[in-house]
């Protein structure tokens, strides 16, 4: 059920962001578990995209766990106060990350409410990056975790989407990129309510 390691050293960034639909991210802090339907993703292509972190070559202490082999976690902080979860994927020194934008809640809603101090009806509670990273207790502690391991990981639970089913359009909030920001790197399913806005296809 669980990704396997070589699942993440894909080198096709684009086509692992679209394929981690349906997969269910999980979170164990404190034998506290929860999980979420990935419903939402966006592709960043190392060092040859404009919007990437590590966008010609650039290395920082934060960007250098983009330079990881795949299948570890990557924890930014965004606007000082939003922790964005990515997925590392590819060889090392490949930095390409896959965004995730949204889940679903699947397991421990009761938990995941708790963390958001909201109910599960309602959508904002794991949509977007920061929303979704909250839900599932992911701060900068993950950061460099292994997804293989048993604090945080990815399983397949053979949910398969149809590309009608898939919207595929440019990435959110990335104006600075230029033409890069008009790439169809954002992957989301159609009329899932969790999808972060806008939703239109």
């Known amino acids: 059920m669980k990704l396997s390691p070589e699942y993440y ?3 096709d960034v684009v086509a692992l962001a679209k394929n981690l639909l349906g997969k269910v991210l999980y979170t164990n802090i404190d034998g506290e578990i929860t999980a979420g339907i990935i419903v939402e993703t966006e592709a960043y292509f190392g060092i040859k995209d404009k919007a990437s972190h ?4 650039r290395r920082t202490n934060r960007t250098e766990t983009m ?3 795949g299948g570890v976690a990557y924890v930014y902080l965004c606007y000082g106060m939003h922790n964005l979860f990515n997925v590392v994927s590819s060889v090392k020194d490949d930095p390409h990350a896959v965004l995730i934008r949204a889940i679903e809640p699947l397991i421990g809603q009761a938990i995941i ?3 958001r ?3 599960i009806t309602k959508p904002a509670i794991s949509s977007g990056p920061g929303s979704a990273a909250k839900a599932l ?3 900068r502690s993950f950061n460099r975790k292994d997804l293989s391991g048993n604090e945080i990981w990815i399983e397949d639970h053979q949910l398969h989407y149809q590309d009608d089913q ?3 359009g440019p990435r959110v909030g990335i104006a600075y990129a230029k033409e890069h920001a008009l790439l169809p790197w ?3 399913i159609k009329g899932n309510p969790y999808v972060s806005k806008p939703n239109k296809v």
């Open 117 to 119: 101090n909201m109910p």
């Open 54 to 57: 590590a966008y010609g070559g």
């Open 166 to 168: 898939i919207f595929a």
């Open 137 to 139: 207790g992911i701060d």
């Open 9 to 11: 050293l894909n080198e």
């Open 186 to 188: 954002r992957f989301f």
């Open 113 to 115: 409410e708790e963390r």
């Open 67 to 69: 330079y990881s082999q």
